[in-house]
């Protein structure tokens, strides 16, 4: 739920800049158009320097969704300009986690250089989760004092279960090798068999031959379902019992708090925004554990009284609106440093 803040929409034009339009960009991208005068570049490659060029001299401020290639471009352009900027950063643009060849520190060097004048000089670094703002410091050699903490927020009312809960565990995300070894699915699937009377199920688009590989490790009460529109990702979440967010690193993750809205008990590691999603609302797995991650799917299982509590936390911890109010704070301060 949106909501109405005294601002008119001709005050502040917004250039609002993305290379994927996942649903937590979305939701800024409503925000914002909600608000102000809104224009938007996809970011496609070097193409598209000029579109971004176009739009900051348009602009009052920039508005970039992680802080990779096309973060870089729009901050140097917005410093050229004399044009304020915010940069949103998601967990890739902040990690370094070499073991599994994870987050924009461990690409090349010039890759990394854009990432660190992304963060050095935006005129604010907008990071979902307090962890975050710690690797941004050490990673990119930065002070920090244009970070701020501004979490993801989620809808209540649209997240919410109804369904009858059935014996079925659920994880969420794209089923490509980078994304296999960070969200932890083999441990997921091996955990499976441990527990061969529950139902498995990974949700997400199969992006390579990485779904292969995990299907010869699966014992049949695993399933694999592709793609599945945002309706039926939410039935899914109602039915599940028990949600598993198993990575090696995350941001805050989006489908685990909209997997808590909706009541389902949460299993995680104890890496960056897990925690901070889950509190003492779930149960706890070292990264790669597969009978410990097991064990503690069954305590789940048991105690699915805990999954109201998770709901509350999120619906009080992380509510779009607080989101929304944050973010148009930050703008209209920002302009108003240039008054």
Known sequence: MLIKISLKKQEISVLFVYSSFQSFVKKDFEILKNHFILKEVKWQGKRDI???????????????????????I?????????????????GVDAAYVPEINYGRFTQGFFKRKMTVFALKHASKVLVVDP??????????????????????????????????????????GGVVDSVVKRKGFKTFVKAAEHIPNLKFVIVGKHIDSSVNALKEISKNNVEFTGFVSDEELLRWYQKSKVYCQLSRYEGLPNALCEAMLCECVPVGTKNCGIPTAIGKTGFYVKYNAEKETADAISKALKNQNFGKKARDRIKTNFPLNSRETKLLKIIKSLINEGD
């Open 50 to 72: 000029f579109k971004i060029l176009s739009g900051v001299l348009w602009s009052d401020i920039t508005y970039s969704w992680f802080a990779s290639d096309h973060a870089f």
């Open 74 to 90: 729009t901050v140097l352009l917005s410093r050229l300009f004399k044009r304020k900027s915010i940069v949103i950063v998601g």
């Open 131 to 172: 962890s975050l703002k710690d690797d941004v410091i050490k990673n990119a050699k930065v002070d920090g004092k244009n970070i701020e903490y501004v979490p993801t927020g989620y809808d209540p009312d649209y997240w919410k279960s109804k369904a009858k809960k059935e014996n079925i565990v659920l994880t969420v």
